[in-house]
C-alpha cells in the first residue's frame, strides 16, 4: 500500500523558515504531480504548490516567492522550503500525488507561525 507521510512541521516565529518534508512510503511507481496544500482552521483547502516529476514547479500567489518546492525521485521524497513565515501561513500542510490517476493525501502536518 503507498502511503504519503508528511513530517517537519511545528511552531516557528513570524519571519523564520521551515521545510516540510513528503515521503512515498511503498512503491512510488507512477507517481508524477505532487503539490501541496494547507488548510487552516474555518478554511477550505487550498494548494501551495505544485511539481511535476521532472520539478517543473507552479505556485498559487499567498506563497509569495517565499516557498520553494522540489523533489528527490530516488528518495522517493517531495520537499517544501517555506522562507519568512507569517502568522497566516499557520495551517495544516497536506502531501498529495497523483499515482495512475488515483489521488492520495498524506495525513498532515502542523505549521504553526507565532511570536
Known amino acids: 500500500q503507498v502511503q504519503l507521510v508528511e513530517s517537519g512541521g511545528g511552531l516557528v516565529q513570524p519571519g523564520g523558515p521551515l521545510r516540510l518534508s513528503c515521503a512515498v512510503s511503498?512503491?512510488?511507481?507512477?507517481?508524477?504531480?505532487m503539490d501541496w496544500y494547507r488548510q487552516a482552521p474555518g478554511k477550505q483547502r487550498e494548494l501551495v504548490a505544485s511539481i511535476t516529476g521532472i520539478s517543473t514547479t507552479n505556485y498559487a500567489d499567498s506563497g509569495g516567492g517565499r516557498f520553494t518546492a522540489s523533489r528527490d525521485n530516488a528518495k522517493k521524497t517531495m520537499y517544501l522550503q517555506m522562507n519568512s513565515l507569517k502568522p497566516e501561513d499557520t495551517a495544516v500542510y497536506y502531501c498529495?500525488?497523483?499515482?495512475?490517476?488515483?489521488?492520495?493525501w498524506g495525513q498532515g502536518t502542523q505549521v504553526t507561525v507565532s511570536s
Open positions: 498529495h500525488a497523483l499515482r495512475l490517476g488515483v489521488g492520495l
Open positions: 511503498g512503491s512510488g511507481f507512477g507517481i508524477a504531480f
